[in-house]
């Protein structure tokens, strides 16, 4: 039970700094806990593995890792869904210029052609 119960505490310590990483948007600190995420995943899932049937001293542990782990869901899929929207920005072609507008005079203007505006040159 000890083994189990501390490889529960150490993925929802790993979850707590995750989570507020996440919150505030520390994407370097929720990468760099990812080893020890993934280790104490592995930890867990490995005792898991062997036939282990949690008993009521980990059902309070096992209770929070159920919340972080949904809090930790909704949170990554804010930061995916965040990250598309700043690539989809970046993608995005120009909107269409106006092919025609109205000029000092009142009179139609093309913005088809380009006419240099100043010319510079260097030697």
Known sequence: MKQSLAAIEAIC?????????LEKADFAEVAA???????????LEDIAANDWEPDIGC???L????????RNGQLLRQA??????????LT????PSEKNAYS?????LS???????ALSIHR
Do not use: H, M, W
Request: net charge positive.
């Open 59 to 61: 059902r309070d542990a």
């Open 104 to 108: 000092p005079t009142g009179t139609y």
């Open 63 to 70: 209770a929070r890792l159920a919340d972080l782990t949904k």
């Open 13 to 21: 310590t790993v979850l707590t700094c995750e989570n507020t990483a």
């Open 33 to 43: 806990l990812l080893p020890a995420k993934r280790e104490a995943s592995k930890r």
């Open 92 to 95: 995005r072609p120009p909107p």
């Open 80 to 89: 995916i869904a965040a990250q598309d929207s700043f690539l989809a920005l």
């Open 111 to 117: 913005l088809t052609t380009t006419r240099p505006v």
